[in-house]
């Protein structure tokens, strides 16, 4: 059978592959990001409510008005922006369709998307779906900032939008304002539009601010900020997130939306509007405690950690004083002889570049970490 191809990744992907590995070999998995722990009990309660409540028929399009005022609330308290629940926000079966959602809403054919690797996987693959191309441009190791003058020199007059993402998977990076500030001075003047992936928004360490998209009244304008309800409350499995974009950008989201998959899942959007009216409790807590903790047992062992993330679940670690395998091969051989699963950072690059460093996701039980750090520490160095 001819099918066609609709995107140039080829296999499955990278988190898949490491957790049917960790699996497999009944390895710890510290690979695919998700925690390991019960979420919030009145949340789970509150879903299970609300289908008992009879809240089981589908939803308004765009989201339930109640969770998208809670979550214009929760921006407001947060931030000081105004963001409108019904022209401005939409709700999404997670932040990985919301990205999808707003290429297909922006791109045709033969246009430019300029992308900053390491990236997430789907970034790639979504732009090729829609028929444009990635413009890579590549981030630097160790600190994994912006080379501004990189992306100014990679804009052309094909370049339809810049993708970025912060607190960022999977270095912990995260972005100053003068990094915002930059990225206008960059975009002024063209129809360039942001898609700003902040899916861990929320998790950002060492007394640290994220500085969302929506504070800069300037990019604003032209952005789709995207978010992730299972980063911020534990429950990746629920897939659910939202989109808030100015009304122009919405209305195009909605307009792919409706007929992609009309609208999400009632009793969790119940249940995520009831958690965010009573749940003000900062959430970057527990997880800068699960990251000191990961980090202070890491230096017994021969990884090198170059930075502590400053945000999200993940800890990049170089292993040169281990192997000299390619970071592929290095994460395959820890999971079979040590029963550590993590994620080789060249899956999130194009060219498969290998900087020789693996990911950890911290985003687990302390018992998980320690019993972990117990097979690393065992590894001999060079
Ligand atoms: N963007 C980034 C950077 C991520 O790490 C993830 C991980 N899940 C997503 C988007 C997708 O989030 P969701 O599970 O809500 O689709
Ligand atoms: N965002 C998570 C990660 O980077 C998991 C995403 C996925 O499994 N597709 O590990």
């Excluded at 007059?157 to 990076?173: D, F, L, M, Q, V």
């Excluded at 693996?358 to 750090?373: P, Q």
Aim: net charge negative; hydrophobic share 40%.
């Amino acid at each position: 059978m001819q099918l066609p191809q609709k995107h140039s990744a080829t296999g499955t992907t990278i988190f898949t592959v490491m957790s049917a590995l960790a699996q497999k070999h009944n390895a710890i998995n510290l690979s695919q990001g998700f925690p390991d722990f019960h979420i919030d009990e009145r949340l789970s309660k509150a879903l299970g409510d609300a289908a008992a409540s009879g809240f089981n028929q589908y939803a308004p399009m765009a989201g339930l008005p109640v969770l998208k005022q809670e979550i214009a609330n929760s921006f407001r308290r947060r931030y000081g922006v105004q963001v409108d629940a019904d022209s401005e926000i939409t709700v999404t079966p997670g932040a990985t369709y919301a990205i999808y959602t707003a290429f297909t809403a922006i791109l045709s054919p033969g246009d430019e998307v300029i992308v900053l690797e390491p990236a997430y996987d789907s970034y790639i693959p979504n732009i090729e779906m829609n028929g444009a191309h990635a413009v890579i441009v590549p981030l630097s190791a160790p600190t994994f900032s912006v080379d501004w003058q990189r992306v100014q020199d990679a804009i052309t007059p094909r370049t339809r939008s810049i993708i970025i993402n912060t607190p960022h998977n999977p270095t912990g990076a995260i972005w100053t304002l003068d990094d915002w500030d930059q990225l206008a001075a960059i975009v002024r003047n063209t129809d360039i539009i942001i898609l700003a992936d902040e899916v861990y928004e929320q998790l950002v360490y060492d007394g640290a601010r994220h500085h969302s998209v929506l504070e800069h009244e300037e990019l604003r304008q032209r952005s789709f900020a995207l978010y992730s309800f299972g980063k911020v409350y534990n429950n990746t499995g629920w897939k659910m997130g939202f989109c808030i974009a100015p009304q122009e950008l919405t209305q195009a989201f909605r307009r792919i939306h409706q007929f992609l998959c009309f609208t999400v899942n009632t009793p969790a959007q119940y249940a995520l509007a009831q958690h965010l009216a009573h749940d003000t409790r900062p959430i970057h807590e527990v997880m800068q405690r699960k990251r000191d903790y990961f980090l202070e047992l890491m230096k017994d062992t021969p990884f090198t950690i170059h930075a502590p993330a400053r945000g999200s679940y993940f800890q990049v670690a170089g292993y040169e004083r281990i192997s000299d395998l390619p970071d592929r091969e290095f994460a395959e051989w820890l999971t079979r002889e040590y029963g550590v699963a993590t994620i080789p950072v060249s899956a999130f690059y194009s060219n498969g570049k290998d900087d020789k460093l693996i990911r950890f996701c911290f985003a687990k039980k302390e018992e998980t970490l320690a019993d972990a750090v117990a097979r690393l520490v065992k590894l001999p160095a060079l």
